[in-house]
């Protein structure tokens, strides 16, 4: 089954083609310059129908939550305008597309993880763009499953994971926000998640498997329970490890407001596709030992 996947470097690109090597799926990654998702409608076609996709997974995305806030027009070219034309694209081809989406489609005000039905709310431009995003490719493309995840790390590219490690070379303590909660998830677990909607979708045209479904790690954290994990992995292997001073939201100000609750019921993918990822505890270990080996290979 070939998989044409947006986007070349990004986490969940390059967790798939990881994840994707030596099985039934050949993972065909389509970024700049072939495909920008900010150029030209025609051309966005012609690189989406020249790859020859069984399926499309949509996964490149502006996502720079901060910058984003200065920057809407790119953030809604990107994040609405270029999704749309993937999804009219795969319409064309009559191919099923999964489009990647988030938790920040909601305001973080429940009290209780969301599940999909629940109305969305967002607070900031990337979230607003995304959701848009979603809604364009449902309008475009029935045959489409959007997967809202979270909080994704791995060890490509710049995340919290590696931030954590980065900042714990050359101070004691690091200030980590502890009054929003979500469900860190590693990209590598959401890529075999990917894979078994994939096949799911491409095997079945039951319209149960299309719409919005949650994707996120079993279990959840504070960002600074997360780092406290964090370095309790690092210290496992050898690699850098230091206090977790837990502040508030309100004492780290970011141009983005993030929703305090970010946790997402994945409840329904486990029901329909029969995909649950694993606790994020046991991933989180997994990625760490990996960035710290190979910090450890570079320096
Ligand atoms: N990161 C998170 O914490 C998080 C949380 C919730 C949901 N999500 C969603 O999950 C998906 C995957 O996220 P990720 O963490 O893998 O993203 P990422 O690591 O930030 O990578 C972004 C990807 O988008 C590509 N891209 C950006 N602008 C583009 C353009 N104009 N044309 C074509 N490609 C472009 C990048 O291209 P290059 O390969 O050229 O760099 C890169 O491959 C996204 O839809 C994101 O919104 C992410």
Same mark, same amino acid.
């Given at each position: 089954?070939?998989?044409?996947?947006?986007?070349?470097?990004?986490?969940?690109?390059?967790?798939?083609?990881?994840?994707?090597?030596?099985?039934?799926?050949?993972?065909?990654?389509?970024?700049?310059?072939?495909?920008?998702? $900010?150029?030209?409608?025609?051309?966005?076609? %012609? @690189?989406?129908?020249? =790859?020859?996709?069984?399926? !499309? &997974?949509? *996964?490149?995305?502006?996502?720079?939550?901060?910058?984003?806030?200065?920057?809407?027009?790119?953030?809604?070219?990107?994040?609405?305008?270029?999704?749309?034309?993937?999804?009219?694209?795969?319409?064309?081809?009559?191919?099923?597309?999964?489009?990647?989406?988030?938790?920040?489609?909601?305001?973080?005000?429940?009290?209780?993880?969301?599940?999909?039905?629940?109305?969305?709310?967002?607070?900031?431009?990337?979230?607003?763009?995304?959701?848009?995003?979603?809604?364009?490719?449902?309008?475009?493309?029935?045959?489409?499953?959007?997967?809202?995840?979270?909080?994704?790390?791995?060890?490509?590219?710049?995340?919290?994971?590696?931030?954590?490690?980065?900042?714990?070379?050359?101070?004691?303590?690091?200030?980590?926000? $502890?009054?929003?909660?979500?469900?860190?998830? %590693? @990209?590598?677990?959401? =890529?075999?998640?990917?894979? !078994? &909607?994939? *096949?799911?979708?491409?095997?079945?045209?039951?319209?149960?498997?299309?719409?919005?479904?949650?994707?996120?790690?079993?279990?959840?954290?504070?960002?600074?329970?997360?780092?406290?994990?964090?370095?309790?992995?690092?210290?496992?292997?050898?690699?850098?490890?230091?206090?977790?001073?837990?502040?508030?939201?309100?004492?780290?100000?970011?141009?983005?407001?993030?929703?305090?609750?970010?946790?997402?019921?994945?409840?329904?993918?486990?029901?329909?596709?029969?995909?649950?990822?694993?606790?994020?505890?046991?991933?989180?270990?997994?990625?760490?030992?990996?960035?710290?080996?190979?910090?450890?290979?570079?320096?």
């Amino acid at each position: 089954m070939r998989i044409v996947v947006t986007g070349r470097e990004g986490q969940v690109v390059r967790s798939l083609v990881e994840r994707g090597k030596g099985g039934a799926f050949e993972i065909v990654p389509l970024g700049r310059p072939d495909l920008d998702l $900010a150029g030209s409608g025609d051309a966005m076609v %012609s @690189a989406i129908e020249s =790859a020859r996709p069984d399926i !499309v &997974v949509s *996964a490149a995305a502006y996502t720079q939550v901060d910058k984003a806030e200065h920057d809407r027009e790119l953030a809604y070219a990107i994040n609405e305008v270029g999704p749309r034309t993937i999804a009219q694209a795969a319409h064309r081809l009559g191919v099923p597309l999964i489009h990647l989406s988030t938790d920040y489609v909601f305001d973080g005000n429940k009290h209780s993880p969301y599940v999909e039905t629940d109305v969305t709310g967002p607070t900031s431009v990337y979230g607003e763009s995304k959701l848009a995003g979603e809604q364009a490719v449902l309008a475009q493309h029935e045959n489409s499953a959007v997967l809202r995840t979270a909080w994704v790390y791995s060890p490509f590219g710049a995340n919290f994971v590696k931030t954590m490690l980065r900042l714990a070379r050359d101070r004691d303590e690091v200030e980590v926000v $502890a009054d929003q909660r979500g469900n860190p998830s %590693s @990209a590598l677990d959401i =890529a075999d998640g990917i894979l !078994v &909607v994939a *096949a799911n979708m491409v095997g079945d045209d039951n319209s149960d498997q299309r719409g919005i479904f949650h994707m996120t790690s079993n279990g959840e954290a504070s960002w600074a329970e997360f780092a406290e994990a964090i370095f309790e992995a690092s210290a496992e292997v050898g690699g850098p490890a230091v206090r977790v001073k837990h502040i508030r939201t309100a004492d780290y100000p970011t141009a983005a407001r993030r929703p305090p609750n970010s946790r997402l019921d994945s409840g329904k993918l486990f029901r329909i596709h029969g995909v649950r990822l694993p606790n994020w505890r046991a991933s989180t270990k997994d990625v760490v030992e990996r960035v710290v080996r190979m910090t450890d290979q570079e320096s």
